[in-house]
Structures are given as structure tokens and as C-alpha cells.
């Protein structure tokens, strides 16, 4: 014979009713934890994306630029001492003293080579290797203006579209420039300082001479000469 269910009374009821909401009462517990669980991973998400977002290797491009789009500078600040002038140890300084970035690779927005000559007394003073560079292997930076050799090709190689200026190369060179002086060199007794680009002199500030696409700078300190014959043109390499 069948037996029918029959509805609960009494204690069992209670202790029923009593099961029912400890039951929907664990329900609901579960549902706020997770809640509070997601509430609280929200920042800690938020907070993981903005310090990848901030981390230096993601905001360096954005700051190489940034840096890159004020005017080039028209003073050469530097020490006032008698050449021959190495580069400088410390070439991260440097370059900071010229107003330029520290780059992890070469630029390849704004490519351009210029030709510097540096004569004292009609003397050749040497423009030394790696200006502009970090040879330290362990950081390898380099100025978006640098030399590689002793030739005297000044390399432009920008992640910006930029002009840069004669004076930014001597402040990264750390040789004073103006019109009176190249380093301790200064103008007087009949010497002057001079700047003559692709054969034609200038006039004013030399440091804030802009460089151009195989421009031919000489710098030149000594009294002038009749019939002197001043750089004018380079013969660059195959492909600068």
C-alpha cells in the first residue's frame, strides 16, 4: 500500500523551517563574500594596470619624446679648458647639460649627418669618438646627437622630427662655445672665433647654429689669414 507524505508538524517543523533558513542563509553568505571578494579585487586589478601602465620601460618612449620637443638650445655650457678635449666621462651628465635624452636604441624618425672641423691656429683639434655615448655595456644609451668616430660626422638620429643645434653637441662634449670662446680659447690680440658652414661664414651666436643634412662646420679660433683656405665641403661615406 502506498504511503502519502504527510505535511510536517510540530518539532519536526520547526527543526524543518529551522534547516530551510540556515540553508538560504548560507546562500546569501556565499553571495556577499563573493561580492565583497570582487569589490576588493577591483582596486587591486586597477592598481596592477596603472603600475604597468607608469612602469619606466612603458612611459621612457613617451618621455624621450616629450623631452625632445622643446626648442634645440642656443648656449654651449661646458668647461673653459685648452684642448685637446676628450669626451667626457660621464656622458648621461652630459648629455643632460645639452637638454637631450639618454635614448635605449637610435632614432630612426629624423636621420641626418653633419661634418665638424675644429681648427686652432689652422691646426686641426680632434672631435673624439663615442660624444654623446654611454659605453658602459651594462647601460648602452645614447644621445639622439653622437659621434661614433673620430672623423668628426656628428650623427642625428631622433625618435622626433628636430632640428639640433651646435651648441647641444659642445654642451654634450662639455667645451664651452660662444662668440668669444672655444673652451679656454677666447677671443683677443687679434685671434677671433669663427663659424663657417658649407664655406660661408656666420655671424652671432655659433651655438645656436642649426645643423643640416651633410652640413661642413668648421670652427675656427687664430688671427685670419690672407688667402686662407677654410673647410667647405665633406666627403661623407656611403650611406650617412
Same mark, same amino acid.
Given at each position: 500500500m502506498a504511503v502519502r507524505n504527510r505535511p510536517l508538524t510540530g518539532k519536526a517543523s520547526?527543526?524543518?523551517?529551522?534547516?530551510i533558513a540556515q540553508a538560504q542563509s548560507s546562500r546569501r553568505s556565499g553571495w556577499l563574500w563573493l561580492a565583497a571578494g570582487v569589490v576588493v579585487a577591483a582596486p587591486i586589478v586597477a592598481i596592477v594596470v596603472i603600475s604597468i601602465v607608469k612602469s619606466p620601460a612603458t612611459r621612457a618612449p613617451e618621455t624621450e619624446s616629450a623631452s625632445l620637443q622643446?626648442?634645440?638650445a642656443t648656449v654651449a655650457v661646458g668647461a673653459d679648458t685648452m684642448p685637446p678635449w676628450p669626451a667626457p666621462a660621464d656622458a648621461k651628465a652630459a648629455v643632460a647639460a645639452a637638454g637631450l635624452p639618454m635614448l635605449g636604441s637610435e632614432g630612426a624618425v629624423e636621420h641626418i649627418h653633419a661634418h665638424l672641423d675644429v681648427l686652432l691656429d689652422g691646426k686641426p683639434v680632434p672631435v673624439p #669618438?663615442? *660624444?654623446?655615448?654611454? !659605453?658602459d655595456t651594462r647601460r648602452g644609451t645614447i644621445?639622439?646627437?653622437h659621434t661614433h668616430d673620430e672623423t668628426g660626422v656628428?650623427?642625428?638620429?631622433s625618435p622626433v622630427k628636430r632640428q639640433f643645434s651646435l651648441g647641444e653637441f659642445f654642451s654634450e662634449w662639455q667645451v664651452s662655445l660662444s662668440a668669444d670662446n672655444i673652451g679656454a680659447l677666447r677671443a683677443g690680440?687679434?685671434?677671433?672665433? #669663427?663659424? *663657417?658652414v658649407n664655406? !660661408?661664414?656666420?655671424?652671432?651666436?655659433?651655438a645656436a647654429i642649426t645643423l643640416g643634412p651633410h652640413?661642413?662646420?668648421?670652427?675656427v679660433y687664430g688671427t685670419p689669414q690672407p688667402g686662407e683656405t677654410l673647410p667647405s665641403k665633406y666627403d661623407f661615406g656611403e650611406g650617412e
Open positions: 520547526r527543526d524543518g523551517r529551522k534547516v622643446k626648442p634645440p #669618438r663615442d *660624444v654623446g655615448i654611454d !659605453t644621445s639622439p646627437l656628428i650623427h642625428v638620429e690680440g687679434g685671434k677671433l672665433v #669663427r663659424v *663657417v664655406g !660661408t661664414p656666420q655671424t652671432g651666436n655659433p652640413d661642413e662646420v668648421a670652427v
